[in-house]
């Protein structure tokens, strides 16, 4: 019998598919469940949903839930965090302040300064969950669903976890359907490999299970139709220039490169469709409404007790995995170790797992086609200042790793991005305790006045170099004498 820790139990819509999927598995229908969430009336709804699941289903599970990480980790063999440190009102925070600065994000919770921010937030809270876990149930594999995935990661490879810990996403799985219906083939019958960073992971290769035929060229070929190219402006964008096609929407991938959202002609040609097609502030726009719409609701008090198939969330089949010992593979976020051997080491990549009885099994890929990597590191840079900023607590750190990143750094100055920063960073401090006491210092660009005199610097052989072509530029020579004096 599993003990299952759930962090972040109030996440009404997360939780619900995770605890479905848990509860759907046999071999998991035993299983302890602890639901903790900091405040309680979602976490009241959570429960009494999951209490008619057991009831209704005759199950042997049990559920339990506390506003007490620590009673909630106690003895627990698998730990879920699907955590928003902040909420509503630090996403608000991330999606508007930018916004401002002409930063338009259609997502705002893995890259960009709504990333960074979320996970400076993020990592603060999993630093404290790691040493709990340390005292509490330091055999535990934590299941890491909280954005942004990499920092967070990454972050938890520093704090001792990075055997014990992996981030899950639904990437790869949600982009397989979508290319097994521009190829016509049910998804089981494409083999592939896919491998990167977390939003950012490459189908290295696709092929049809069975004859192994190369199914790239005809992916290609239905890209460059119109009715398959509006669905995905900017991925196919990206293949068509780069080779490969990636996982995550054309909205969240819009905000990792500086071509897409960097000015309204580009947003009108290539983010023109709506909700995460693009459309800016769609998931704050979303997120605002179900708020909205559901504030002081049990809606879950209206769902059916009647359990769904699996969903396509990996949790409930490592789980199953961990318990039956029968292995299963996946992609999921892991530190690099040599996986991928043209990326750092030691930071977040997303590559093929296998799980059984006895853990994590990553796989070894190698070197990625260099156009892919060098995409890849432009954010894996962002991400690696994202966990050295909430770990330090540095605010130099914070706008730095907002200054590298691509869509901020194609729209605005870096006294822009250092304004930004320091508001942000002003906004959210309840949420940041690691920066209490540490501001942001200004430093605006410095006036120079017209009739300002450089001062005398010693001449630079490039300059000698230009002022030389300057003379022969200015000379009477004849312009073959000229050329032959060069």
Known sequence: MPTIALIGAGSLVFCKTLVSDILATPALQDAELRLMNRTRPKLDQMQRFVQRLIADNRLPARVSSTTDRREALRGADVVICMVQVGGFAAFGHDYEIPLKYGVDQCIGDSLGPGGVFRGL????????????????????????????????????????????????????????????????LPKERIDYTCAGINHMAWFLSLREHGSGRDLYPLFKANCEKPAYYVNEKVRIEVMR?????????????????????????????????PGFGGASGAYYHY???????????????????????????????????????RPFRLQGNVINRGLITNLPERCCVEVPVFVDARGLHPTVVGALPAPCAALN??????????????????????MQAIAMDPLSGAVCT????????????????????????????PRPMISVPADVRPVDVPLDPALATANRFGELARSQLPAREASSSV
């Open 414 to 441: 870096l006294d822009e991005i250092r304004r930004m920063t320091a508001e942000l960073l002003e906004a959210q401090r309840e949420w940041l305790p690691q920066f209490a006491g540490r501001s942001l210092a």
């Open 241 to 273: 220039h780069f080779g490969y096609f990636m996982t995550e929407s054309t909205g969240h991938l819009s905000e990792y490169v500086p071509w897409f959202r960097k000015n309204r002609r580009a947003l009108d040609a290539y983010c023109d469709q």
């Open 377 to 398: 590191m432009s954010n894996v840079q962002v991400q690696t200042l994202t966990v050295e900023a909430a770990l330090s607590g540095d605010p130099e750190l914070a």
């Open 287 to 325: 997120a605002r409404e179900v708020v909205t719409k559901y504030e002081g609701v049990d809606y879950l008090a209206a769902e059916s007790s009647r359990l769904p198939c699996r969903s396509v969330e990996f949790c409930s089949y490592i789980i199953e995995a961990l318990v039956t010992d």
């Open 121 to 184: 937030r993020h990592i603060h809270f999993l630093r404290e969950l790691a040493a709990d876990m340390a005292e509490l149930c330091p055999r535990a594999l934590l299941l890491n669903y909280a954005n942004p995935m990499a920092p967070c990661v990454q972050a938890l490879g520093r704090l001792g976890l990075e055997d014990r810990a992996i981030g899950l996403c639904h990437g790869v799985q949600t982009t397989l359907d979508l290319i097994a219906s521009y190829v016509g």
